[in-house]
């Protein structure tokens, strides 16, 4: 497991690069967890945008911030997770997180610092950052706990 660091300038980037960490992931037989955080407004949605099309999913991915959870279907199941919204950690058991956890899916949570302690320990780590002296679109994306193999091209 290592870490790597891409950099975006553009939404599109941001984009690709999302797509091409999910079809690395997408060849996994196992559920897999993958944890993507950032400050408001930093391209987490495009981000899972991007991971979406990787995956072979045609419908529009959108967060889930009300939901919570929104399912969908590609070359390899998708369970997208938006838990800004949830104030206390027993709400993943009415909404039977843990069973997503175990499903042969890849399981995207954004905004999981809210929710560590609920987290299995093998999981997949991405947070986007802004630095501004880059530029305004400038994206700093870390990605940790990938096997070299998962990254293809």
């Known amino acids: 497991?290592?870490?790597?660091?891409?950099e975006s300038f553009s939404d599109k980037e941001t984009f690709d690069i999302a797509f091409k960490?999910?079809?690395?992931?997408?060849?996994?037989?196992?559920?897999?967890?993958?944890?993507?955080?950032?400050?408001?407004?930093v391209g987490k949605t495009v981000f899972a945008k991007g991971f979406g099309a990787g995956l072979g999913i045609k419908k529009d991915i959108v967060s889930p911030t009300f939901n919570i959870v929104k399912s969908y279907e590609g070359?390899?199941?998708l369970h997208h997770f938006d838990v800004y919204r949830i104030s206390d950690i027993s709400e993943l058991d009415e909404i039977g997180f843990e069973e997503f956890l175990y499903d042969d899916?890849?399981?995207?949570?954004?905004?999981s610092k809210l929710i560590e302690e609920a987290l299995p320990e093998n999981i997949i780590k991405i947070v986007i950052s802004?630095?501004?002296?880059?530029g305004f679109d400038y994206r700093k994306i870390t990605v940790e706990g990938m096997k070299d193999e998962d990254f293809r091209d």
């Open 1 to 6: 497991m290592n870490t790597k660091i891409f």
């Open 21 to 41: 960490i999910a079809t690395g992931l997408k060849v996994r037989a196992d559920a897999t967890v993958v944890c993507l955080d950032g400050d408001l407004g």
């Open 75 to 77: 070359e390899k199941k």
């Open 105 to 111: 899916a890849i399981v995207l949570i954004e905004w």
């Open 130 to 134: 802004k630095d501004l002296e880059k």
